[in-house]
């Protein structure tokens, strides 16, 4: 099956860039995916991407995709402490008869220290 | 308020004893899903279903029971709790629009004394 690798700890200083890396094996995906989590919440949709593109933007948001070595990731500008969260990589892969599954990484972590 | 909601939030239960977590969307969406997230594992599939009375297993399904009568409900029992199923469960919904989204609820933490 897929398996999707991430990084678990990430620290940044407020106002730099987070770069928040992911690694998968199976490239057959439609979108991939970035799930933000906050302390005691479900997951909320960040953004995705579409696996025919290679760059996407959104406001402080930039995701890559580089399909040749299967890593995708997601780029937090101007980092800021509520941006302090678990970030999950997932991938897409239909499992027939129409339906699907989402394979999740394990969850970065990420710190913003003030 | 539109959404997906779940209940109870917080249930501890002995080892044994069957539990049935609900979850309910308002969207109509046709897909629902169940996740288990454990430190360590990030968020497994336990089931998921395409539509109203289709359901199929996830990744970690073993000692867990779904139903779908209804599009908008999708509750999973623990027929005999066991304390490795201590988790945090998270319900999801998609309605296969933009992407594929899939709409998360705020989660059951569940503990197995």
């Known amino acids: 099956g897929e398996d999707v690798e991430q990084s678990l700890f990430l620290s940044v200083r407020e106002g730099d860039s987070s770069v928040i890396n992911c690694t998968y094996t199976d490239s057959s995906s439609t979108y991939l995916y970035w799930y933000k989590q906050e302390p005691g919440a479900g997951l909320q949709l960040l953004t995705y991407?579409?696996?025919?593109?290679d760059m996407k933007q959104d406001q402080r948001l930039t995701v890559l995709l580089n399909k040749k070595d299967k890593h995708l990731s997601l780029r937090i500008a101007d980092t800021q402490t509520g941006d302090s969260a678990i970030y999950f990589c997932?991938?897409?892969?239909?499992?027939?008869?129409?339906?699907?599954?989402?394979?999740f990484g394990k969850g970065t972590k990420l710190s913003v220290i003030p | 308020d539109a959404g997906i909601t779940q209940s109870p939030r917080y249930k501890i239960t002995e080892t044994g004893r069957q539990v049935t977590l609900m979850c309910h969307q308002t969207w109509s969406h046709s897909y629902m899903f169940w996740y288990r997230q454990d430190l360590g594992h990030g968020l497994r599939l336990i089931y998921y279903s395409a539509a109203a009375d289709i359901t199929d297993k996830g990744e970690v399904s073993d000692g867990y029971v779904v139903s779908r009568s209804k599009t908008e409900n999708f509750p999973l029992t623990l027929e005999s709790a066991t304390r490795s199923q201590t988790s945090v469960y998270f319900c999801?919904?998609?309605?296969?629009?933009?992407?594929?989204?899939?709409?998360f609820g705020p989660g059951t933490r569940l503990t197995v004394l």
């Open positions: 999801a919904s998609s309605g296969g629009g933009e992407a594929d989204t899939q709409y």
């Open positions: 991407i579409f696996s025919n593109m």
């Open positions: 997932a991938l897409e892969a239909y499992s027939g008869a129409g339906s699907y599954q989402l394979t």
